[in-house]
């Protein structure tokens, strides 16, 4: 059992830590046309029922981070079973940017002018309600106001460094 290793620094340590933790894959989709961007993230949870918040940590050098601000509008996914490549798209795997992340997956538009992934098992239209600052982070807090599901959806995790899979 390796409880400890004195070569890497505190952060290194974190970082590699945390590979042990299980997350659950979620989506930020922000943005139209040619400004949408996007990313995955699996630090988003549930923050509130009443009234309905989310909340998800977005790392300030992201590409998306200054769209949040700007747009006041964002769109919140977990992603599926079936969601890996989507997964990848929108970490940005093999240089992709901006609205290229959002090809080979259906997407719906809300009232409010979200994307949403059309077969997330639960996605969510929301309005930034505030951002608070956290190191190299933002604290992204989302007020829900649209709510879509697909129970039949699966689960995609990220543990060790891959992704897993949970369906039914
Ligand atoms: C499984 C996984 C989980 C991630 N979780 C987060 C996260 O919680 N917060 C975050 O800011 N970035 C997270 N990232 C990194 C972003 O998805 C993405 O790689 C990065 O923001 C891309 O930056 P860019 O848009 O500037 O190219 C994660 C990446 C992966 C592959």
Excluded at 129 to 154: C, K, N, W
């Amino acid at each position: 059992m390796n409880t400890e290793n004195r070569k890497l620094s505190l952060p290194e340590a974190f970082k590699s830590a945390m590979r042990g933790l299980v997350g659950a894959c979620s989506l930020i989709t922000v943005g139209q046309g040619e400004s949408a961007n996007g990313l995955v993230v699996t630090t988003g949870i549930s923050l509130s029922a009443e009234p309905p918040m989310i909340l998800a940590c977005v790392n300030r050098a992201s590409s998306c981070w200054p769209l949040l601000g700007r747009e006041g509008v964002f769109g919140w996914q977990a992603l599926g079973a079936a969601h890996q490549p989507v997964a990848e798209r929108f970490s940005g795997k093999g240089g992709l940017q901006g609205p290229a992340r959002y090809a080979g997956a259906e997407w719906v538009t809300t009232d409010s002018g979200v994307r949403l992934l059309a077969d997330a098992p639960l996605a969510f239209a929301c309005a930034v309600e505030d951002m608070i600052d956290q190191g190299t982070h933002s604290i992204l807090i989302g007020r829900v106001v649209q709510i879509r599901t697909d129970p039949e959806a699966g689960a995609l995790l990220y543990w060790d460094g891959q992704y897993r899979i949970l369906q039914n």
